[in-house]
């Protein structure tokens, strides 16, 4: 019976792969920076292997961001007292699944590169109630 990942280590790994995915670095690069096989940055992004505190620190200084980017965005609900006995992980968020495949595809990507350069918090705000308001609208009113 293959034990299921830690919801910790699947949302920081997802957390490293977007950043390096933002900064346009491949698994081979970030590997070799690292040492390791690109297998093994796969590893680390799928939460299949835990990323220690050294490398972890290693990677934030590779990626250019600080440690405590990816852990940014962790879901609300992960009871952190009862990881240690919990067998088959902590249910995340209904949306969590859905917006990690979106932050992860190539127009996600897209998006959120280049909103991130409107330095303009008002124009930033008014984007995301467009999109928001985009997004609920019918198809018939579309």
Not at 6 to 13: A, E, L, Y
Not at 25 to 36: A, D, F, P, R, W
Not at 116 to 142: F, G, N
Request: charged letters at 25%; glycine letters at 6%; aromatic letters at 6%.
């Amino acid at each position: 019976m293959s034990k299921s990942p830690n919801p910790i280590d699947v949302h920081v790994g997802s957390r490293v792969r977007l950043r390096r995915m933002l900064v346009g670095m491949s698994q081979e690069k970030l590997g070799e920076k690292l040492n390791l096989t690109f297998q093994q940055v796969q590893k680390y992004e799928k939460g299949a292997n835990r990323i220690g505190s050294s490398r972890l620190y290693t990677i934030a200084s590779i990626l250019n961001v600080p440690v405590q980017f990816f852990f940014d965005d962790m879901p609300a609900n992960i009871d952190i007292s009862s990881l240690a006995l919990a067998e088959g992980g902590v249910a995340e968020d209904d949306e969590t699944p859905i917006v990690m495949d979106f932050v992860n595809s190539s127009e996600g990507l897209q998006l959120n590169t280049a909103f991130s350069k409107i330095s303009d918090s008002e124009t930033r705000k008014r984007i995301v109630e467009l999109v928001k308001t985009l997004a609920s609208a019918t198809p018939e009113d579309q």
